[in-house]
């Protein structure tokens, strides 16, 4: 203890050291509740609006993603139902277009068979006739003949 008494001496510390080292106290204190306190509470304020905000930035940008992510499959799975809707209807659709030509091939064969008939039967009407008269006929071509 001899030799820290002898290192203050020489230093030429007296007895107001420990009234210093009070005014130094109660100085820090007050200093400490005036502004190294608000001097804390700013710096933590801003690195909580600037640090702290960029890993909100990073869990909200990864929950666009998974957002955007989420919406490309439901738009994807749109489109497939929308094609599938699509080709589904274009089936129907080139079916009955394919039936309704059927019906419509049919009647036109029924009616050609008809007037085919109808043309037959008028052929034959005056085939007939004109074998009919055909005896007539040649007798008049004789007799133009020999005259």
């Not at 909100?56 to 599938?84: M, P, R, V, W, Y």
């Not at 129907?92 to 394919?98: A, D, G, V």
């Not at 007037?115 to 004789?142: H, I, P, T």
């Amino acid at each position: 203890m001899d030799m820290i008494i002898g290192i203050f001496q020489k230093l030429g510390v007296d007895q107001s050291i420990f009234y210093q080292f009070a005014i130094f106290i109660v100085l820090f204190a007050a200093l400490k509740a005036v502004f190294f306190n608000k001097l804390l509470f700013v710096l933590q304020t801003r690195e909580s609006k600037t640090t702290k905000l960029d890993d909100e930035a990073g869990d909200k940008f990864k929950e666009a993603e998974k957002l955007s992510e989420k919406f490309d499959t439901e738009i994807q799975k749109a489109n497939e139902e929308a094609h599938q809707n699509m080709s589904e209807m274009k089936n129907s659709n080139l079916k009955k277009i394919q039936e309704d030509q059927k019906e419509k091939e049919l009647k036109v064969l029924a009616n050609y068979e008809e007037q085919k008939k109808a043309v037959l039967a008028e052929v034959e009407a005056k085939r007939d006739s004109v074998l009919k008269n055909s005896q007539e006929l040649s007798e008049n071509l004789v007799n133009k003949l020999v005259n």
